[in-house]
């Protein structure tokens, strides 16, 4: 039954996170799963999940199953965090989902079950499993304009031009914040028009918003989504605790749907359970509970938001230091779009070639299209990965 199985590797991250453990060099760089680490090299536990753990440990009551909505504490905490104050705030469910992966496959689940011809647009690039999660989910993909290639920044014209061409049948595929691969952002504007071209032409927006608080901070990078929360009729989200509450492992995120009421929203959640309750079923418990004391908590919760802004300027540090090197070294500005990237990531759209070079020369590992994880970078590093990017490209 299985031998006409081909060997596979993974998709481009997952290959790459493979390679580099079965690297035995000892200077090796990872800077390629969008994963945080400090100047050492390491992911530590965050002091607040620590804390919520010591709390969960001691006082979980038992380990019996939850239901197919997940943690339902966990899910109003989160729709609170993302939509309280807004006006979709009473007209939105939520479901707990196995990590933002989970969230994008319940999201695209729905939407099959609901709209089985419907068109998700993604943007170019786009984060790699976006295509094959809504392509598995038996839906149609296309792309839309995102990058300009040269500027390293969104062509908002571009994007906009294509997106006023979508009506009824389309879903908008959006990044929320800190856009995966390339770290570069769309203005308030754009989210305006966006809202606007919704509301004329009726596509549906959905937002992955999966690195809040690793852009601008929690509130800023939430602005977009925000805008649109209080302007369309209706509007999907997925999101993830694994990057701002570091719980990667834990698999903790969480769908969200927003309708014209919440009896509607109810009725949504419901089919989105039954749907899950055809695959995984319930999510995982731990990782939720840690991030429904977090939230309950004050003390908690203050100092979650400040171990997330350290770990945002240390970022943001490296971007400087990177343009600063790159400056020096270059004597030209072409590298200065790593300081206008937001969050863990930069397209550099570095070839392959190149990346085969950094690789096998450097023991430096990047992404394919050229997708550097800033946050895997250590601050003695930025002058090697400067130099080794130089000798490459001469
Ligand atoms: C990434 O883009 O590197 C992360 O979102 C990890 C993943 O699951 O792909």
């Known amino acids: 039954m299985f031998e006409t199985i081909p060997a596979k590797k993974g998709d481009s991250i997952v290959a790459l996170m493979t390679e580099f453990a079965n690297d035995p060099r000892t200077e090796k760089m990872d800077l390629g799963i969008g994963i945080y680490r400090n100047n050492l090299g390491e992911t530590p536990i965050m002091k607040a999940v620590m804390e919520a753990q010591k709390i969960l440990l001691e006082t979980e009551p038992t380990k019996a199953y939850q239901g197919l909505v997940g943690d339902v504490e966990y899910t109003e905490l ?80 571009a994007m906009l031009a294509k997106i006023a061409e ?99 929203a109810l009725n949504t959640r419901a089919l989105m359970c039954e749907l899950a309750r055809g695959s995984y079923s319930m999510p995982p418990a731990h990782g939720a509970g840690v991030v429904k004391l977090i939230l309950q908590d004050d003390a908690l919760t203050t100092l979650w938001k400040q171990e997330l802004k350290e770990m945002t300027a240390r970022v943001t540090g490296l971007r400087s230091a990177l343009v600063e090197e790159f400056q020096q070294k270059t004597q030209s500005n072409q ?51 400067v130099d080794a990017v130089i000798r490459c490209q001469s």
């Open 78 to 157: 989160m729709q609170h965090f993302l939509l309280g104050g807004t006006k979709a705030a009473d007209r939105a469910a939520t479901l707990h989902t196995p990590g933002a992966s989970g969230a994008l496959r319940a999201v695209a689940d729905l939407i099959a079950a609901t709209q089985p011809d419907a068109t998700v647009w993604i943007s170019n690039p786009s984060y790699v499993n976006h295509q094959p999660i809504m392509e598995r989910a038996g839906l149609k993909v296309r792309s839309y304009p995102y990058l300009n290639p040269e500027t390293k920044l969104v062509d908002e014209t």
């Open 166 to 264: 979508l009506g009824k049948g389309d879903v908008l595929l959006l990044h929320g914040c800190c856009h995966n691969p390339s770290g570069a952002d769309i203005t308030l504007d754009a989210w305006q028009s966006i809202a606007d071209l919704a509301n004329k032409n009726g596509f549906l927006p959905f937002v992955d918003i999966a690195y809040q608080g690793l852009g601008d901070g929690l509130d800023e990078d939430a602005q977009g989504l925000h805008l649109l929360a209080n302007q369309v009729p209706e509007l999907l989200i997925s999101t993830s605790c694994s990057k701002n509450f570091g719980l990667y492992r834990e698999r903790t995120g969480a769908a969200m749907v927003v309708t014209s009421s919440r009896q509607q």
């Open 335 to 385: 590298f200065d779009y790593f300081a206008k990237h937001k969050g863990m990531f930069t397209l550099t759209g570095f070839d392959d070639e190149m990346l085969e070079k950094l690789k096998a020369d450097f023991g430096i590992y990047i992404v394919k299209g050229g997708r550097i994880n800033v946050a895997g970078l250590k601050e003695h590093e930025v002058p090697k990965l």
